[in-house]
């Protein structure tokens, strides 16, 4: 729902992808993807929510690391409240008005 406020940047489109497949780990090209995104611009805005701890490795498949939402970060943490507070500000709104 963040993106329906704050737009569609490539940190959004990661974010909201994470929220939305958090229950597996997901390799840096799935994530890309899924959020249809090119490689460069995924791995350049993933790093600043690895950095913050917002995602963390969760295995290492073959050369790929698999990236997780770290449930016990703060961030994290406040991060998916927000977004629930955001989806029931707009959920009696139409898409195109938010």
């Not at 959004?12 to 611009?41: C, P, R, Y």
């Not at 943490?77 to 709104?93: G, H, L, P, S, V």
């Amino acid at each position: 729902m963040m993106y329906r406020v704050f737009g569609e940047s490539p940190t959004i489109k990661i974010v909201e992808w994470m929220l939305a497949n958090q229950e597996f780990d997901h390799a840096i090209s799935e994530i890309a993807s899924g959020t249809e995104l090119n490689i460069a611009t995924t791995k350049r805005n993933f790093e600043p929510l690895v950095a913050h701890g917002v995602v963390k490795v969760s295995r290492i498949l073959r050369k790929d690391s698999l990236y997780v939402l770290d449930l016990q970060n703060r961030c994290t943490k406040a991060i998916i409240e927000f977004d629930k507070q955001i989806a029931k500000c707009c959920e009696n709104e139409p898409e195109d008005t938010v």
